[in-house]
């Protein structure tokens, strides 16, 4: 069974760092791009960030460039989220996903555009208090 689970979240203050984590399992890690995503409550999910497997491009949303770090270890098939500065309006529950086709995860991390990608894993909160 193909698995994404992401843990790491928790309440923080304004200006906080919070590294999450996303490990994979169930398909073959190293030929995904994966990627970050967010929902507050209320609003649409949005990408984050991701990063290619092919040469380990990252990509990120306008608001997050410069505070959030995208990386992943194939040895280990885990992706991790280093989020530092955080703002209040970080907060939502952050989803990692993953598809084959690294364009797909691009263009939903760094454009409005949605749709569907391969495989979601189960979220968690990221509450930023102000």
């Known amino acids: 069974d193909v698995q994404l689970q992401a843990s790491g979240g928790g309440l923080v203050q304004t200006g906080e760092s919070l590294r999450l984590s996303c490990a994979a399992s169930?398909?073959?890690?190293?030929?995904?791009?994966i990627g970050w995503f967010r929902q507050a409550p209320g609003k649409e999910r949005e990408g984050v960030a991701c990063?290619?497997?092919?040469?380990?491009?990252?990509y990120y949303r306008e608001s997050v460039e410069g505070r959030f770090t995208i990386s992943r270890d194939n040895a280990k098939n885990m992706v991790y989220l280093q989020m530092n500065n955080l703002k209040p309006e970080d907060t939502g529950v952050y989803y990692c996903?993953?598809?084959?086709?690294?364009?797909?995860?691009?263009?939903?991390?760094?454009?409005?555009?949605?749709?569907?990608?391969?495989?979601w894993g189960k979220g968690t909160q990221v509450t930023v208090s102000s």
């Open positions: 996903a993953a598809d084959y086709s690294a364009e797909h995860v691009v263009v939903f991390v760094t454009t409005r555009q949605t749709g569907a990608l391969d495989f």
């Open positions: 990063i290619k497997s092919t040469d380990g491009s990252t």
């Open positions: 169930g398909f073959i890690f190293d030929d995904y791009a």
